[in-house]
């Protein structure tokens, strides 16, 4: 069996596929969930700030296109608790942000900083789905995602704590990213700038190459991520799994 009829016949089973989709979601749910637990209980937000600002953009644009295109399917049940959890993030953001700069400049205006970088992060983001027609967003989900896992890698180093983090965080991070890319893999739509008709496409087509490099750059900065997350913890004398 050649490579491209082994994913023809993976591609015709939509249970697989539902099921890397299911576990994605599910995944990602855990993250900002964890990341809202380990920024109450630290009083440190743990989500970088312009991450959370193109994540929460890109989940209010595609929950409208989803609400506008009356899918009231598996998307919108994805769409709706991360979009509550980063908004809980969010607030977050802005009760304990300022304790993690320095500068009075920046202490000073921190509020207002904050809701100028979510705004400007949302319009970006909504003039590169315009721009690369990207209507059900896998160009604008792994191009964030790729900026996302750098920033996690800079916000460790910057900080030299794993305060506002933890090792569930990053490995829950790297899977629903990873199933993500599974289900990219096996049922990318010809083009990314129609509409879907349901939640997966009915035939196979290869996927983007540029999700592929976007994919692997992901890949290589959350595992760095893991390690330096253990690493760290352990030089603290900490356990990097005690929950």
Excluded at 17 to 28: D, I, N
Excluded at 46 to 65: C, D, K, Q, R, S
Excluded at 199 to 224: E, K, M, N, R
Aim: contains cysteine.
């Amino acid at each position: 069996m050649t490579t491209m009829s082994m994913m023809e016949t993976i591609n015709a089973s939509h249970c697989l596929g539902l099921a890397a989709g299911a576990l994605s979601s599910l995944f990602w749910t855990v993250t900002y969930a964890l990341v809202v637990r380990q920024g109450a209980k630290d009083r440190l937000h743990g989500m970088p700030l312009v991450a959370l600002g193109a994540n929460l953009a890109w989940e209010l644009i595609f929950l409208a296109v989803t609400l506008a295109n009356r899918a009231y399917d598996e998307r919108l049940a994805m769409l709706v608790p991360w979009t509550v959890l980063d908004v809980a993030i969010v607030v977050q953001c802005f009760r304990y942000g300022r304790a993690d700069f320095r500068d009075p400049l920046v202490v000073r205006h921190f509020g207002k900083g904050l809701a100028c970088l979510l705004l400007f992060a949302g319009a970006v983001l909504f003039a590169f789905v315009r721009e690369m027609r990207d209507a059900i967003g896998w160009y604008a989900a792994f191009g964030q995602n790729l900026m996302m896992s750098a920033l996690f890698v800079a916000m460790l180093l910057r900080r030299d704590s794993v305060r506002g983090q933890s090792i569930y965080i990053a490995v829950s991070k790297f899977l629903g990213t990873f199933f993500a890319f599974v289900l990219a893999l096996f049922w990318s739509p010809p083009t990314l700038h129609r509409h879907w008709d349901s939640l997966l496409p009915d035939g196979y087509h290869p996927i983007s190459p540029l999700i592929v490099t976007l994919y692997t750059g992901i890949f290589i900065l959350d595992v760095a991520y893991i390690g330096l997350v253990h690493r760290k913890s352990r030089a603290l004398g900490l356990d990097p799994w005690r929950f």
